[in-house]
């Protein structure tokens, strides 16, 4: 159980295009999730906070009009790169809470996708 | 605010030697305390977690990790690695939703395990 995949795992797209990524939760239903940037040999930086119904809570420094983040039901949460440039290329991670009533919440990940820009 | 720390950015073992990898956190508030392990290329996968209960915590793939108050540590250890082990390992912390953190996972900057044979 706690199954999340990402859709794609890799994409390459020329600057100044737009990128959607997935993020599914397979076989729980997931209020929230979040969205991690990883850069090489480094650790994950939380990019946002998705809520199912609301919108979505940007961490400093992160532009919301850039990343564009939908939560649109209980399973699916896409964050879409708006023209994108080669400094968007990384490794992009999302996460899906489980609350487990009356013990606390953990995330579970998904696979990743990696997005070049050239 | 919490954060964490791992103390070793890389620690290299033998085949069947035991290790264990150190992880410290800092927080004025109750914590849940993770470990994730990723592979090359991949998502993180959840190897154990401590919400609450006995601080002896048993995960997958034969890892166990002890949550001590006091020393405001989360160690995780291995009795006898195997090469399969070779991985990026990170910990991390959160909060009970309520507090400001609502959820959110402060990571440590990671300790890659290198098993040798």
Known sequence: GAVVSQHPSRVICKSGTSVKIECRSLDFQATTMFWYRQFPKQSLMLMATSNEGSKATYEQGVEKDKFLINHASLTLSTLTVTSAHPEDSSFYICSAELPLAGVGETQYFGPGTRLLVL | AQ??????????????????????????????????????NQGLQLLLKYLSGSTLVKGINGFEAEFNKSQTSFHLRKPSVHISDTAEYFCAVTTPHGSSNTGKLIFGQGTTLQVKP
Do not use: G, M
């Open chain 2, 3 to 40: 954060s964490v720390t791992q103390l070793d950015s890389q620690v290299p073992v033998f085949e069947e030697a035991p290790v264990e990898l150190r992880c410290n956190y800092s927080s004025s508030v109750s914590v849940y305390l993770f470990w994730y392990v990723q592979y090359p």
